[in-house]
């Protein structure tokens, strides 16, 4: 059973990080295709990203995939920065990243850099 209230309520701590979360969070393209980029381990600016949606969306599927624990932001100034919580979820549900980066490339949606 989740903790509550969090330390920092915007990230789950690795305990509560719930399987059927991730898994939601990672079902839909867009999402999966923001976890294949930043599966590189590089911390990236949120304005960095370069999605084939509206500022808005974007930011709901940031949220998501935040709020179930499988990335991290961090804001400086006006800027907000957000990387991949692999260690994270690697410690908490070994090999399920890497087998889901495996399988699944074609199912991503093409997220780049501007």
């Keep these: 059973m989740p903790r509550s209230p969090h330390p920092d309520a915007r990230h789950p701590a690795v305990e509560d ?3 059927t979360r991730v898994l939601s969070a990672l079902s839909d393209p867009l999402r999966l295709g923001i976890v294949y980029l930043l599966a590189d381990g590089r911390e990236r600016q949120w304005g ?3 999605a084939p949606v509206s500022k808005s969306t974007l930011s709901h599927h940031m949220k998501t995939l935040r709020s179930a624990g499988v990335t991290r932001t ?6 907000c920065y ?5 260690d994270d979820l690697e410690a908490r549900f070994p090999g399920l990243l890497a087998s889901l980066l495996g399988a699944a490339p074609g199912d991503a949606t093409r997220i780049g850099l501007k």
């Design 17 to 19: 990080i719930s399987l």
């Design 82 to 86: 957000v990387h991949l919580r692999a």
């Design 48 to 50: 960095e990203l370069d």
């Design 74 to 79: 961090r804001d400086e100034g006006t800027r």
